[in-house]
T-cell receptor, first 114, second 112 residues
C-alpha cells in the first residue's frame, strides 16, 4: 500500500530565503508525482507535475525533483515571499495510470515572514 | 486550462438533513471523478471514485448509503450527504480526470 509522507510538517522562514520541502513515497512504481498548493479554506492549485521518466520540473521560482529509486521528491522554492505562505501537498497516483486516485502526503505548512 | 467547479462553495445545515454537492468539469469530459474529504489541519483523503454510467467505488470505511454519488453525465458528478451529522462537517473536494486530475475549489459543509 502506497504511503506518502512530507517533512517538515511546518516551516517558518524569513522572506528571501531559499527553502526545500520533502516528499517521500513507499512504492517507487509511480506514474507521476504532483505538487499542489492549498491556501487556507481553499481548493488545490497544481504547481508542478513530474512524469516518472523525468528528473525535475521548473516553473518560475519553483523546482521539483524526482528520484524514484529512493522514493523521494523535493520542492525547491527560491527567494521565498510572504505570498508563498500556504500548505504544500505532494501526491502520487495509486495505480499505474495518470488518472487513478491520488494519494496525498501529509502536507507542509509554510509561513514566510515579511 | 481545464476548469472544475463545485456548488455550493459552502453550506450550513441542520443535523439530520441531506445536502447535495455538485462537481462539474466545465471545458472537458471526465469519465472519472473523485471525491475527497479534508478535515481541519489534515490532508485530503479519498472517499470514492465516481465513474460515469456505473456505480461509484468507495474507499474502505466510507459508508456508501450515507454518501450517495451519482455520475449521470461526463461533466457532472454529485455527492449527497444523507442524514448529515456534525461529524460530517468537513471540506469536500472533487477532481475530474482527463489526462491528469483537475481539482474543484471545494465545498465547506458545516452541520449544526
Amino acid at each position: 500500500k502506497q504511503e506518502v509522507t512530507q517533512i517538515p510538517a511546518a516551516l517558518s522562514v524569513p522572506e528571501g530565503e531559499n527553502l526545500v520541502l520533502n516528499c517521500s513515497f513507499t512504492d517507487s512504481a509511480i506514474y507521476n508525482l504532483q505538487w499542489f498548493r492549498q491556501d487556507p479554506g481553499k481548493g488545490l492549485t497544481s504547481l508542478l507535475l513530474i512524469q516518472s521518466s523525468q528528473r525535475e520540473q521548473t516553473s518560475g521560482r519553483l523546482n521539483a525533483s524526482l528520484d524514484k529509486s529512493s522514493g523521494r521528491s523535493t520542492l525547491y522554492i527560491a527567494a521565498s515571499q510572504p505570498g508563498d505562505s500556504a500548505t504544500y501537498l505532494c501526491a502520487v497516483p495509486a495505480g499505474g495510470g495518470a488518472t487513478n486516485k491520488l494519494i496525498f502526503g501529509t502536507g507542509t505548512l509554510l509561513a514566510v515572514q515579511p | 486550462g481545464a476548469v472544475v467547479s463545485q456548488h455550493p462553495s459552502w453550506v450550513i445545515c441542520k443535523s439530520g438533513t441531506s445536502v447535495k454537492i455538485e462537481c462539474r468539469s466545465l471545458d472537458f469530459q471526465a469519465t472519472t471523478m473523485f471525491w475527497y474529504r479534508q478535515f481541519p489541519k489534515q490532508s485530503l483523503m479519498l472517499m470514492a471514485t465516481s465513474n460515469e454510467g456505473s456505480k461509484a467505488t468507495y474507499e474502505q470505511g466510507v459508508e456508501k448509503d450515507k454518501f450517495l454519488i451519482n455520475h449521470a453525465s461526463l461533466t457532472l458528478s454529485t455527492l449527497t450527504v444523507t442524514s448529515a451529522h456534525p461529524e460530517d462537517s468537513s471540506f469536500y473536494i472533487c477532481s475530474a480526470a482527463s489526462n491528469e486530475q483537475f481539482f474543484g475549489p471545494g465545498t465547506r459543509l458545516t452541520v449544526l
